[in-house]
C-alpha cells in the first residue's frame, strides 16, 4: 500500500521496493542492494512535490526544518537503506511522427 507520505509492504522485494520508490521520487531508481528474499515494513516521510534526487541526498534535516523528513532520509533512517545518484542507461520509447487514423 503506497499512499502520499506513507509506505506499507509485506513479502515485497528490493526491487518492487525500488519501483515504488521511483515513482515517488519521478526518478529511476534501480535497486543495487543484492539482498534476496521477502521483506515487510513500514516507512513514512512528509510528502512534497518530487525534486531532482541531487536535491534530496544529503544530511538529514534537522527538527526544524519545515520541509520535513524526504522520503530518502526517511528510508536511510527507518529501513538503512541509502540512495546514490548514478549515471546510467535507461530504456526509452522515442516516437518520431505521429498522425490521426484515416476513416476506412
Known sequence: MVGSGRMTARKV???WLAKRVGGQLGR???DKTALKGDFAFDLEWEAEPPKPLWMLVGPSPSS???S?????TALQEQLGLKLEPQKGSVDMLVIEHAEKPSEN
Do not use: K, N, R
Open 28 to 30: 529511476t531508481v534501480v
Open 13 to 15: 522485494s528490493m526491487e
Open 64 to 66: 526544524a526544518d519545515p
Open 68 to 72: 520535513g523528513l524526504s522520503i530518502v
